[in-house]
Every structure is written in C-alpha cells, then in structure tokens.
C-alpha cells in the first residue's frame, strides 16, 4: 500500500514559490524586511515586507532565492503558469534597485 506516500509527494509538490534577493545582489537593507531561508539551498535571502505578508496567508509560500526560483521556472518549461511570483515583492525590489541605479 502505497496511500501514504502519494500523500507525502503531494504535500511536498504543493509549494508556492517567493522570490526573494540574495544579500550579494541587493546588499541593502530593504526597509523592514527580514531573513529567510531559501527552500530550495538554505541560502540566506531578505523577503520584503509585501512577501512577509504573502507568507502570513498562505503556509504553502515558502521563500526560494533568486537563482532557484530561475532554475524551477526554467524546470518547470511549459508548466510556468503553475508558478506564480507573489505579486508586488519582485516589483518591489525592482523599484528598489532602479532607484539605486539612478543615484
Ligand atoms: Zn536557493
């Protein structure tokens, strides 16, 4: 009987990706955001706040890093509307570097 594990894989395979930036790309403190762990590597990311609230309403969102959240979008090919970045965090962070860039 295998009921059990088709369980397991299930539970496992439903996981909402949250793009977060590794510190190496954004080496600023991003107000109030706080450090995660990438799901995927355990590499240490900053989630912005909109991510931190994203995370609070759904147990399924789990932060990946920038690189692994690539690399499953990239994995997943014709399947990419099943991953949906959160909205606004990556908007977020873009506005954030656009606006280092300019100073
Ligand atoms: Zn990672």
């Known amino acids: 009987m295998t009921k059990k594990d088709k369980t397991k894989k299930d539970e496992e395979e439903d ?3 949250l793009i977060c930036a590794r510190p190496e790309e954004l080496p600023e403190v991003l107000k109030k955001s ?4 990438c799901h995927q590597c355990g590499a240490t990311v ?3 706040i909109s991510g931190q609230k994203a995370m609070k309403k ?7 890093c920038s690189q692994c959240a690539f690399a499953k979008v990239q994995e997943a090919g014709d399947e990419t509307e099943e991953i949906q970045p959160v909205p606004g965090a990556l908007e977020e962070l873009r506005k954030y570097i656009s606006q280092k860039k300019l100073h």
């Open 15 to 17: 996981i909402d990706i």
């Open 34 to 37: 706080i450090w995660a762990k």
């Open 46 to 48: 900053w989630v912005s």
């Open 58 to 64: 759904s147990d399924k969102l789990k932060p990946f």
